[in-house]
């Protein structure tokens, strides 16, 4: 089992930066590959990011290619998302999901956490 809390959401301005960071409880937290996916209003839930479970490789969503930075610490077992240079089409509830393979589909993820909201005010 692992359970994921994420934090670091809030309103922020376009152009601005926020992290996030998502927290995993257990052990096998280095055993998983982990994810970031986004959920709008009136949308599907959305792939924004993934790394391995070394953290040497990592893939983006077009849409936030060289804004966007995954980076995980596995002492510290949790994952993070730096997002840079924001637009309010950003705004979303990002989840944090754990799985046994790196992908950037969804329902491939055993493991979510709760959400955080990131609004992005133009």
């Known amino acids: 089992q692992v359970q994921l809390v994420e934090s670091g959401g809030g309103l922020v301005q376009a152009g601005g930066s926020l992290r996030l960071s998502c927290a995993a409880s257990g052990r096998t937290f280095s055993s998983n590959a982990m994810g970031w996916f986004r959920q709008a209003p009136g949308k599907e839930r959305e792939f924004v990011a993934c790394?391995?479970?070394?953290?040497?490789?990592?893939y983006y969503a077009d849409s936030v290619k060289g804004r966007f930075s995954i980076s995980r610490d596995n002492g510290k077992n949790t994952v993070y998302l730096q997002m840079n240079s924001l637009k309010p089409e950003d705004t979303a509830v990002y989840y944090c999901?754990?799985?046994?393979?790196?992908?950037?589909?969804?329902?491939?993820?055993?493991?979510w956490g709760q959400g955080t909201q990131v609004t992005v005010s133009s």
């Open positions: 999901a754990a799985g046994m393979v790196v992908t950037t589909t969804p329902s491939l993820y055993g493991y």
């Open positions: 790394i391995t479970r070394t953290g040497d490789s990592t």
